[in-house]
């Protein structure tokens, strides 16, 4: 019997492509900066960002500082144009997902949350509309570790109270959190309601047919019940 549903965020709760994007491509066109260049020193700052090393200011001026491009006035441009385009995603937070929840509230089943995310990232989510129907939310940024490491999932059942067996996971599939999640004795299934949204250079997960999709937030609520 499924008694918590964890969900991912991005992508499965809201979708990064509903509106207007801000990726790194964007970012390195607004400081006239080599594209490639500009990718390959922003993603090894990654892993400090999403673990709590460093806040998203500080790892904005580690990429530029290795670019030699830093300055006060592009850590703030960058910060600044990221924090707009997040309130933006999540101003337009899907009525499906707020009914999702409402229904899994009402149902009496316990909500979780695990996210890949940065400092900014985790400020917005928690002053989401969709922040207060969660029981527990595991941030990596706040946490210190993310998925696909169990650690972070076993420390969400912990503070639900359920076991992997009574867990459905949900989540669009990227950082192999599926896997984990099943690895674990979770019940899993690949979001794909957002799939169309996404576009090139940044698809955020591709179809996988090791699990069970839900093309509808509606599938979820069969999965629970299939249960």
């Known amino acids: 019997m499924i008694k918590a549903v964890i969900f991912d965020m991005f992508e499965t709760l809201v979708s990064m492509f509903s509106g207007d994007t801000y990726f790194s491509e964007d970012m390195a066109a607004d400081l006239q900066i080599e594209v490639a260049d500009y990718k390959n020193a922003w993603h090894t700052t990654e ?3 999403s673990c709590g090393n460093c806040t998203i200011e500080e790892g904005i001026k580690t990429t530029l500082e290795m670019l030699v491009a830093y300055s006060e006035e592009s850590v703030k441009l960058i910060a600044d ?9 999540f101003e337009r937070t899907p009525e499906e ?6 229904e899994l509230k009402k149902r009496g089943i316990k909500i979780g949350l695990i996210s890949n995310c940065y400092s900014d990232e985790a400020d917005v989510i928690r002053k989401s509309s969709i922040f207060p129907y969660l029981d ?12 696909p ?28 959190e599926l896997f984990a999640a099943r690895d674990l004795g979770m019940k899993c299934l690949q979001a794909q309601y957002f799939a169309d949204l996404a576009f090139e250079p940044h698809i955020p997960c591709y179809k996988l047919d090791d699990f069970e999709h839900a093309y509808t937030q509606e599938d979820i609520l069969k999965a629970v019940d299939s249960e």
């Not at 076993?154 to 990227?174: H, P, R, W, Y």
């Open 81 to 89: 144009k990221r924090r707009k385009n997040l309130e933006g995603i």
């Open 149 to 176: 490491d169990h650690e972070i999932y076993k420390k969400a059942m912990d503070k639900l109270g359920v076991t992997a067996s009574e867990c459905l996971f949900v989540g669009d599939g990227g950082s192999k």
């Open 47 to 49: 892993h400090d960002r």
């Open 136 to 147: 527990v939310a595991m941030l990596s940024y706040e946490q210190g570790t993310c998925k």
């Open 97 to 102: 997902t707020i009914a999702l929840l409402q």
